[in-house]
């Protein structure tokens, strides 16, 4: 969703960035602009650490009873969260 020009995120952006030029709200239309730059460049760092850098490190991990209690609890609340919000989303 950083806003680059074939996908979902650039069309939000292209939405919201006329109404801010027709209006004069360039300082609003700046921070857009710099946050998407900052969000373009640290996707694309992660992407090149992901996938063109190798490293030594050998990653591994047990699989505990905890860490599975944990997740199951997490996506619980989430979906409890989501239940919940639904109908107060509805309201409004």
Known sequence: ??????????FSKW?????????????????????????????????KIIYFEMSEFDFYFEKKSRLKFIILLCLFINFLMFILISPLVNLL
């Open 1 to 10: 969703m950083s806003g680059i020009p074939p996908f979902a995120g650039f």
């Open 15 to 47: 939405l919201i960035l006329f109404p801010l030029i027709e209006n004069v709200n360039f300082y609003i239309l700046f921070s857009i602009i710099l946050s998407s730059f900052l969000v373009i460049f640290s996707c694309l760092k992660i992407v």
